[in-house]
């Protein structure tokens, strides 16, 4: 099906594994597969899909780490992988993805390694959920300086270290760091940031 551009399964009871030949979809703009049983991991070929924007697979048993190939894929613009299995480290390779206006990896559990500093690059980036994970290190100043930055949780890791002055810096209007293992103050520039909305957390 190489002309197929948008693909929706979404919240049904499918199962099994993606299989690699997705790779040979090189039509493909979008694909929804969210809410179903499927298990396995991600096929490193979706990195053939050049055209590619939306991968939509939360709220699933995927397992397996997140395919660096996911960083060829420059028109992305929103990665949906929450509530799976996922682990291992966040691919440096995203910070490529400067379209991406959504990355959503939390709630996977097994996700470790520290946050790259390369998702600074990622100059689109609106909303970053990175939430109840293994994430360790801390945290790069760089992902304070995404000007079109609005939400950010990275809450529920092992964060360690300071928070960068940069925070208070950046355009977010809600970030949620807790249950980390962070020291020391909190920075002036986070208390004088006058964009900072109040909301329970996602």
Known sequence: MTSLEYC???????????????????????????????????????????????????????????????????????????????????????????NLWELQLNQ??????????EMGNMTSLSYLFLYSNELSGEIPKEVFLLNNLLELNIGSNRLCGSLPREIGNTTIQNVWIHDNDLSGPIPSTFVNESRLFGRSSP
């Open 108 to 117: 996977n559990f097994l996700i470790n390694g520290s946050i790259p500093k």
């Open 8 to 98: 929706d399964f979404a919240s049904n009871d499918l199962s099994g594994s993606l299989s690699r030949d997705i790779g040979n979809m090189t039509s493909l703009r979008r694909i929804g597969l969210e809410e179903n049983n499927l298990t396995g991991e991600i096929p490193k070929e979706i990195g053939h899909l050049t055209n590619f924007e939306r991968l939509s697979m939360c709220c699933n048993r995927i397992s397996g780490s997140v395919p660096r190939e996911l960083g060829n894929l420059t028109a992305m613009v929103g990665i949906y992988l929450h509530n799976n299995a996922l682990s291992g480290p966040i691919p440096k390779e995203l910070g490529r993805l400067v």
